[in-house]
């Protein structure tokens, strides 16, 4: 079993800058890329970003540029940094774990204009 944490979330005006962590425990060794997706209200959950254990990273087009992924294996901890923050990235964000199968619970986040 894996169980992933997410926290940071909260809200932030337009412009603004978050960082979002995702901490891994239980059965990571079944979990060989981590990647944070959002759901926005009416939305199928998308895509953020992705990254490997050997740190190749992959973003959605909206997000380049301004957001950033990045682990810590030893913490093993995944961050997403979030800035110039925009109202349409409001939505509850999810850590994901490939190969393992497993979500989050969700944290959200909230861009006022």
């Known amino acids: 079993q894996v169980q992933l944490v997410e926290s940071g979330g909260g809200l932030v005006q337009a412009g603004g800058s978050l960082r979002l962590s995702c901490a891994a425990s239980?059965?990571?060794?079944?979990?060989?890329?981590m990647g944070w997706y959002r759901q926005a209200p009416g939305k199928q959950r998308e895509l953020v970003a992705a990254?490997?254990?050997?740190?190749?990273?992959n973003y959605a087009d909206s997000v380049k540029g301004r957001f950033t992924i990045s682990r810590d294996n030893a913490k093993n901890t995944v961050y997403l940094w979030m800035t110039k923050l925009k109202p349409e990235d409001t939505a509850v964000y999810y850590c994901?774990?490939?190969?393992?199968?497993?979500w989050g619970q969700g944290t959200q986040v909230t861009v006022s204009s």
């Open positions: 990254i490997t254990y050997g740190g190749s990273t």
């Open positions: 994901y774990g490939y190969g393992s199968g497993h």
């Open positions: 239980g059965s990571i060794f079944s979990i060989n890329a």
